[in-house]
């Protein structure tokens, strides 16, 4: 019976990166990268995106939010779907649309890696992140609410959505803790994203002197550089104070 688990457990976990691998061969076999983040790309298909939007808004919604979930179980990175989310929805729709997904697709991963990858996690990332056991033991909600506000203080999104296998955190503060902690960043990021609109609209070029004159941009941005160092004052006063415990 054990025997026939492990093997079930292989297969799926196999499964699993074979999925993985045909999706990146695919993916950046047919679209180029440089498009995804290339501002002129974004300019020249807006009127193209928009229309579509406007005559297919249900249907979109519900294809980006479960491509967003899928993404995330394929290691994506968050970052295009927060500037995409942001641009297409607006602000509030966007980060709704974008929040939601991203914490489902997470939690889906944490379970599934879990699962199946435990042994490679701890061999991988142990070694690296086990001086953080003290501070999950302690209270993993606020903790890793907080590493999650402060972006994982620059740990890709993937690692930061399994890391906390190391530390047997239960689901439901897994929730809890990515939904509520990701709000601010991604929030800031989807605005940033909405803000683009207003640029094109000008037809002007995104440099320094366009984005001083967009406040869709610029404030969201003063808010990621304001959240960044209440985080990283509160970062040194959190792990100051439980290095003397």
Known sequence: MNSKRINFKFLL?????????????YFFS????????????????????????NENF?????????????WVLLLGFAM???????FVFGTMWGTI??????????TLLYKLVGVFFRDLIEEKLAPKYNN????FRRNDIAYFMFFR??????????????????????????????????????????????????VIDKNEEIGISSIIRTPEIYLPLIGFVIILSIAFFCKKKFFKQNEKK
């Open 80 to 86: 295009p779907l927060l500037i995409f989310g942001g």
């Open 13 to 25: 976990g196999f499964t699993y990166l074979i999925i993985i691998s045909v999706f990146l061969f």
């Open 149 to 198: 506000f402060v972006g994982g203080g620059g740990t890709p999104y993937a690692i930061q959505n399994v890391l906390p296998i190391l530390f047997d955190m239960p689901v439901k503060n897994y929730v809890i803790a990515t939904f509520i902690g990701s709000i601010p960043s991604m929030f800031l990021t989807v605005a940033v994203g909405s803000g683009l609109e207003s």
């Open 30 to 53: 047919y679209v180029d990268i440089k498009d995804l983040t290339s501002y002129e790309f974004i300019k020249s298909n807006k009127d193209i995106i928009f229309k579509y939007k």
């Open 97 to 106: 649309i974008v929040l939601t997904s991203t914490t489902i697709g997470a």
């Open 132 to 135: 953080l056991k003290e501070f």
């Open 58 to 70: 249900l249907f979109l919604t519900i294809l980006f939010f479960l491509f967003c979930i899928i």
